[in-house]
């Protein structure tokens, strides 16, 4: 069984930082891209950033360019977020998730942490 586990979340207000961090356990696997999602309330999940695990190509969302960082261990499958310059808009419970080798997606995720951010 493969268990993706976010921590670092919480309550921050605008202009803060918080970093994510995501650590799989359980069975290994292999992934073409480990990323993060998040979804506010009433909204639909949305891409957040996602790193490439082949050679650590980092790939963002425009509403977080410049604000966000995705990094991570490529040989454990580990991936971070850091997230500075945090405004309300980016309250929402975030993601992570693994496009495993064989998947045509992302195709395993994490329970979510909530990250809020006040005004």
């Known amino acids: 069984q493969v268990q993706l586990v976010e921590s670092g979340g919480g309550f921050v207000q605008a202009g803060g930082s918080l970093r994510l961090s995501c650590a799989p356990s359980?069975?290994?696997?292999?992934?073409?891209?480990m990323g993060w999602f998040r979804q506010a309330p009433g909204k639909e999940r949305e891409f957040v950033a996602r790193?490439?695990?082949?050679?650590?190509?980092?790939y963002y969302a425009d509403s977080v360019k410049g604000r966000f960082t995705i990094s991570g261990d490529r040989a454990r499958n580990r991936v971070f977020l850091q997230m500075n310059s945090l405004e309300p808009e980016d309250t929402a419970v975030y993601y992570c998730?693994?496009?495993?080798?064989?998947?045509?997606?992302?195709?395993?995720w994490g329970q979510g942490t909530q990250v809020t951010v006040s005004s």
């Open positions: 998730a693994a496009h495993r080798v064989g998947a045509d997606r992302f195709d395993f």
């Open positions: 359980g069975r290994p696997f292999s992934a073409h891209a």
């Open positions: 790193m490439r695990m082949s050679n650590g190509e980092p």
